[in-house]
């Protein structure tokens, strides 16, 4: 696969500034609050500039969803209904699926490791085989794992190019749904990935992958050479009442805070860099209320609602309907009001939600 050499450098083949989407995770709650932002950035016309779409976690199954159906998007000019049928479908019928234990039949049945049942019920469903090679070179896909080994941020791309301080692998012929599984590993729960890297002496050494957010908490990293980012943080709240049973629990609820305290530095440096003009763009989260944006809204959104969602826990266990249509109407609704607010004042309010009789 040959790239655009002007993708590299962050800009669209017509030489203007390139625009990041960049997805951060939480699991299943991060990847449909994440799905709202994207309906409502294709129903403001706006989804199809994206020339480089990064992911992590949770966020990292979204974007490895628009990866793939880009070309299909692309051909009916990004329109709502389009991303309704290529990215809600599908993602809604995964997340009616449990997949963080073998709590189901057929992954009782299963007659291999949790990680590789985990893998083929996303193949399934959502990326059917498709390698990295087999995509558009605009945009350029970035999913992010990390290194347990040495604590380097790890690339999945279509697009070979170095990375400062990360390790790339831009493999043509690696397939989608085995980056999205290493970028949402999660030990113990989730087992890390393994995978294979030639050293310098072109020996294969096993790298155990894991969660992207480790390295990268919003998915921020491979948009900095863009001029215009939009970033959508699926990270939920902390609750302070959670019970601690023994030492697993202890060490979980450690990596938890410490992923939330790099989550909210992250997000205050970009807050400050839209503020500052050194970027266009918009940040919306899963934690926000519409109050702490200047944009009004026709949209109901009362804040408790809101925080009944950002309390959900970060897991892989199957969401029903109402669920479901719950975080994809606040994914739309704060999108909305921050691209109103922070990226263009003049974009036509949202009036109703893509589940007008879910609501909040």
């Known amino acids: 696969m040959t790239a655009d050499p002007n993708v590299r450098t962050g800009t669209d083949p017509a030489g203007e500034a390139g625009t990041a989407l960049c997805l951060s995770g939480g699991g299943y709650r991060a990847a449909l609050f994440n799905a709202g932002g994207v309906l409502r950035l294709a129903e403001a016309g706006l989804l199809g500039r994206t020339t480089v779409l990064c992911g992590v976690s949770g966020g990292a199954i979204v974007a490895g969803l628009l990866a793939v159906r880009w070309a299909r998007l692309s051909s009916?000019?990004?329109?709502?209904?389009?991303?309704?049928?290529?990215?809600?479908g599908p993602l809604r019928a995964l997340v009616g699926r449990t997949l963080d234990g073998r709590s189901v039949v057929g992954g009782l049945l299963f007659p291999r490791s949790l990680t590789e049942w985990i893998s083929h019920n996303f193949d399934r469903e959502l990326y059917h085989g498709v390698q990295?090679?087999?995509?558009?070179?605009v945009p350029r896909v970035s999913i992010g794992a990390s290194?347990?080994?040495?604590?380097?941020r790890v690339v999945f791309s279509n697009e070979a190019c170095s990375r400062a301080g990360a390790i790339s692998i831009g493999d043509p012929s690696y397939p989608v749904t085995d980056a999205v599984c290493a970028s949402i590993a999660m030990p113990p729960a989730l087992p890390a990935l393994q995978v294979s890297e030639s050293d310098l002496d072109g020996e294969a050494r096993a790298m155990q992958l894991a969660d992207g957010m480790l390295c990268d908490p919003l998915a921020l990293a491979d948009a900095r050479d863009c001029a215009t980012v939009w970033a959508c943080d699926g990270g939920g709240t902390l609750l302070s009442d959670v019970p601690l049973d023994g030492k697993a629990d202890q060490a979980a609820r450690a990596i938890e805070i410490l992923q939330h305290s790099i989550r909210l530095g992250a997000a205050d440096t970009l807050q400050a860099s839209l503020r500052a003009g050194a970027h266009r763009g918009a940040f919306w989260s899963l934690r926000a209320t519409t109050a702490d944006y200047p944009a009004d809204t026709c949209l109901v959104c009362p804040p408790a609602r809101a925080a009944e969602l950002s309390a959900l826990p970060t897991r892989f266990s199957a969401m029903d309907a109402e669920l479901?249509?719950?975080?994809?109407n606040w994914g739309y609704a704060i999108c909305d009001i921050a691209l109103r607010s922070d990226f263009d004042g003049a974009l036509p309010r949202a009036t109703e939600f893509p589940?007008?009789?879910r609501g909040l």
Do not use: C, Y
């Open 355 to 357: 589940f007008r009789d």
């Open 132 to 137: 990295f090679g087999d995509l558009p070179t």
């Open 76 to 88: 009916e000019a990004f329109s709502p209904a389009a991303v309704r049928r290529e990215v809600l």
């Open 147 to 152: 290194q347990l080994g040495s604590g380097h």
């Open 324 to 328: 479901q249509e719950r975080l994809i």
